[in-house]
């Protein structure tokens, strides 16, 4: 049976590919277990390296500048996996062996060195592009200086960080303007953690000029927004307020750049007692910001809070109530209540019990200032209350030392317009007048201006933030010759009317 099987041809036929299915099967397998097989941390964090230089030298060697806005915008997750086993390795793929900076990087990183693979020195030839080129080696340098920070490497990150700044410097071209743009900004991150900040505003001044003339407006916008945070770190208010009248922040930056220097801008003016536009400047910088980033959110609404307590108005309770930011406003939840309540023990409670926050993140200032608006709250409140009223009762109820100071209080109260009243002075008492119809007077109307204003900002803001594909109107363009042929017919027929 066996014999008469095998010399059938139909038989052998069917039987063979089920025998060469058998016979690979254990292959597969075995190259599908190799492939399911998980990778370990360092192989992991060198492909993510391997990944973002590749976008890197696809930029410097096609002039695509897309590829190097991929690779900056996932340095974030490769900082997040990097190991330095990993970045060790992916030196190798930027810096020749023997190279004086290598050496400095590899000292500054530690450990042992990693030595070359075969697919480490043949990346050029597998890729097509050569990866030993400036802006890759600047690439590594800042994953490096991110790895130092995550390490707490202080003092060894401000170091390198000279160096990166030196070659960014000499690598500068309009293809890697975004790429010098985020060395600045580590540069200014890694002198800022080690308390040197001060020592560098010479050269963000120098980049800030060199940006200018270039016409680089993406590190225009980034060190604007350095040195705004450098003059903010140490207290020096002026020396914004007069950056800010002498320079012009570029229209064309990107949201996350214009969102920090609105909320720099709006520290600066709410410092300087210009609450109204201090308040629209955060507002702008709270809807520009990225969804993601938190501690911006959180940072730029509690000053938002602030700002709007000392406008006299009060914060809506759904502010407080934001996934994401509940848990940090809470301190601003107790001080707006204070506020709204005009209870001036109760503010005071909340300021002592929190100075030490309000120090921290440099709104204490600020909100001493509430005291006035606490007290003001307080004299609406007994105003609207009380059609007459003495000012002992008044000093009684507000917690102040005595009739005089809530005189003087009301009546300052009264020249600002907070109350509809008026002082005997003789007989000690405070009288209110009647309200007044709101629509009589021109607030509508300036309600409604502001509104349409501010929906006017935000259709020019959407327009100018639209990005096309580069030369996709070109498709609809007609032909040049044709163009010439109908202006030429057109000009003949012209010349024929004119000439009857």
Known sequence: QFHTTTNNPIMAAV?????????????????EAVEKAPLSPDTKAFNAIKQAISMVGRT?????????????RNLGRVRRALTAPALLRGLNL???????????????????????DEDD?????????????????????????????????????????????????????AVTNELVAKCFYFYSWTHELVGSSSTIRGDLFAALRTSTLHDDEAGQAVVLNLLFRNFLNHNLVDQAQRLASKTVFPQTAPNSEAARYLYYQGRVDAIQL????????????????????????QSATKLSIIV???????????????????????????LTQAVRVGDLKQFQTVVDTHKALFIEQKNYTLILRLRHNVIKTGVRRISTSYSRISLSDVATKLQLDGPEDAEYIVAKAIRDGVI?????????????????????????????????????????????????????????????????????DDLEGILDDMEY
């Open 60 to 72: 410097v060697q096609g002039g695509e500048v897309r590829f190097l806005h991929r690779a900056l």
């Open 274 to 297: 210009e609450y109204t536009r201090a308040y629209s400047n955060l507002e702008l910088a709270i809807r520009k910001a990225p969804k993601g980033a938190i501690g911006f959110l």
């Open 15 to 31: 039987a063979a590919p089920e025998a060469a299915t058998k016979e690979n099967s254990t292959p597969k397998n075995a190259e």
């Open 420 to 488: 509809d009243a008026s002082i005997n002075h003789a007989d000690g008492y405070m009288r209110s007048n009647e309200l007044v119809d709101v629509y009589a007077t021109a607030e509508p109307q300036e309600a409604f201006h502001r509104r349409i204003q501010f929906c006017l900002n935000l259709y020019n803001d959407s327009v100018r933030a639209m990005q096309f594909p580069p030369n996709a109107y070109r498709k609809y363009l007609e032909k040049p010759n044709s163009r010439a042929e109908v202006s030429e």
């Open 94 to 116: 930027g810096y020749p062996e023997g190279d004086a900076r290598l050496a400095e990087l590899r000292a500054f990183i530690g450990g042992d060195v990693v030595p070359m």
């Open 121 to 173: 020195t043949d990346e050029k030839d597998k890729s097509g592009e050569d990866t030993r080129v400036p802006e890759v080696q600047l690439f590594m340098q800042l994953l490096t200086i991110a790895y130092l920070i995550d390490n707490k490497k202080l003092a060894e990150s401000a170091k390198c960080s000279k160096g990166l700044i030196e070659q960014a410097n000499e690598t500068r071209n």
């Open 308 to 334: 709007k307590m000392l406008l006299g108005d009060i914060p809506k309770r759904d502010v407080f109530r934001q996934p994401d930011l509940e848990r940090s406003l809470r301190p601003y939840l107790s």
